[in-house]
């Protein structure tokens, strides 16, 4: 089993940028597809990004192409989402999760917030 802790959320100006970590705790973490979701107060938690467990395949849901990059560490046992370009839209509270590739069950962090106003 792999726990998740999230750091790096705060407040950001518009068109300002952030960058978040997720460090995992556990073994195996080359084994696990990670990921960035986010949910804002009484919506659907939705998918920012995924990566493969090498790191050399992301899947970018459209808004976040070309302003948000995803990175993996496996040494480090961190993934990092930089945010660029940010817009008062993207204030959400974000989640760092895993998925073992041979599996369906996601495991989350308890996420953190980002809120994006001058």
């Known amino acids: 089993q792999v726990q998740l802790v999230e750091s790096g959320g705060g407040l950001v100006q518009p068109g300002g940028s952030l960058r978040l970590s997720c460090a995992a705790s556990?073994?195996?973490?080359?084994?696990?597809?990670m990921g960035w979701y986010r949910q804002a107060p009484g919506k659907q938690r939705e998918q920012v990004v995924t990566t493969s467990t090498s790191g050399g395949v992301t899947n970018y849901v459209d808004f976040g192409k070309g302003r948000f990059t995803i990175n993996r560490d496996n040494a480090k046992k961190t993934v990092y989402l930089q945010m660029d370009s940010l817009e008062p839209k993207d204030t959400d509270v974000y989640y760092c999760?895993?998925?073992?590739?041979?599996?369906?069950?996601?495991?989350w962090g308890q996420g953190t917030q980002v809120p994006v106003s001058s």
């Open positions: 556990g073994n195996n973490f080359r084994i696990y597809v």
């Open positions: 999760t895993a998925r073992p590739q041979d599996s369906s069950k996601n495991y």
